[in-house]
């Protein structure tokens, strides 16, 4: 079975550690490496596994080394490695914006997988992008698809410009059913109800659409349509929406976020 080494363990690593124990492997097979101790402290004692300070340290035997640091620092934290990786290990980058390209050239090292995950991963529903570079062998990919599955679901990419437009998409997504529950809420508030009651009926409304989504064999606008009387409520309100451009408001917003990756990629490249 492969050993896993987590560089940088804060939001993301913790969820894919999360993922991989309730998914039966071992914590004898996963270790972290964070600069914080306070959050090695805590990743140490929530998962049961050896956590060091030392990147170059947690890499050594480990089969994939799966970088979780922020974009900024992801060239240091490459350089710094760069001299004791080995042939075989496979490397899984998670940062938004970094490419392939940019990561072999500050790794000395070819065989790279870069996907792009997202938070729903803590609670075992995330969705992943991957692509994988020429170099990676089947069986490393089955394992890195291994790793992202054990926290939801993945998909392959065949280019790796793509992973621009699964960020716009699933990487930022669920920050914009958020805006949108708070939004809810807010207004739920302004029409009378007190704010427990509306976080409620926001929530549990976000959670019931979501399922059926997943569960239906309807489409969304099939599933819309249902809720929509004629002359009723639904279509008042979504009435106003339209008006108002929803649909050219989220494309905006989601080309916003596929040119902020791919700015992100010339911003930490030479
Ligand atoms: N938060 C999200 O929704 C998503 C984040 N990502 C990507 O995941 C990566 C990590 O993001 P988060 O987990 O949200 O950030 P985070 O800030 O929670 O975690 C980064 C961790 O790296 C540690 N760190 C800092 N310097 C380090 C070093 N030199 N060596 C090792 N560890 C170091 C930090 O102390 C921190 O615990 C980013 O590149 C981001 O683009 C990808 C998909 C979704
Ligand atoms: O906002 C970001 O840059 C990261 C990548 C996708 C979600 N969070």
Redesign the pocket.
Known sequence: MNKITF???????SSLIGGLLAQGTPAAHICA????AE?RAQIAQQFNIQTFAD?QQACAGADIIIL????Q?MR??CESLAQQLTAQQLIIS???GITTASLAQWLQHQSIVRC????PALVQQGISGLFAAEAVSTAQKQAAEHILNSVGASVWLSEEQQIDAVTAVS?SGPAYFFLLVEAMVEAGVKLGLNEHTAKQLAQQTALGAARMLCESPLSAAELRQQVTSPQGTTEAAIRRFQAAGFESIVSLALAAAAQRSAELAQQFTD
Do not use: D, F, L
């Open positions: 560089i940088g363990a804060g939001n993301m690593a490496s964070e600069p914080s959050r990147n979780a640091v922020k974009p620092i240091q934290v998670i940062a938004a792009m995950p997202n938070t990487g």
